[in-house]
């Protein structure tokens, strides 16, 4: 069964780090693009980050370049979401996606928009983070 859970949300200071981490299972991190999004209250979800399984490439959504870091452990089948300097707006709830095709990533790059989230093929069910001082 293909299943992604999410990991290490949580409540942190304006100016704090988090790692989230996004455990897969029923496939390999070769096979499929990972991808961070986000859904902030009475907001629609939005792409923060993704990398490629075909050569590791990463792209991240303009509001958290250098600042968030994706990483992948393929040995323990986990990739990362490292955030640094965590700001208010980083406030929401975070999932991970997962998906064979180049969509993924061409939605978190700004190549394609207008699709809907849901056409992503698999989702975690989220982790929360709040960043309050």
């Known amino acids: 069964q293909v299943q992604l859970v999410e990991s290490g949300g949580g409540l942190v200071q304006p100016g704090g780090s988090l790692r989230l981490s996004c455990a897969v299972s029923?496939?390999?991190?070769?096979?499929?693009?990972i991808g961070w999004f986000r859904q902030a209250p009475g907001k629609e979800r939005e792409g923060v980050s993704c990398?490629?399984?075909?050569?590791?490439?990463?792209y991240s959504t303009d509001s958290v370049k250098g600042r968030f870091t994706i990483s992948r452990d393929n040995a323990k089948n986990t990739v990362y979401l490292q955030m640094n300097s965590l700001k208010p707006e980083d406030t929401a709830v975070y999932y991970c996606a997962a998906d064979r095709r180049v969509l993924l990533c061409q939605m978190i790059n700004g190549v394609v928009s207008g699709i809907p989230w849901r056409s992503l093929e698999v989702w975690g069910q989220g982790t929360p983070v709040t960043v309050s001082s």
């Open positions: 990398i490629k399984n075909s050569d590791g490439r990463t």
């Open positions: 029923g496939f390999t991190l070769d096979d499929y693009d």
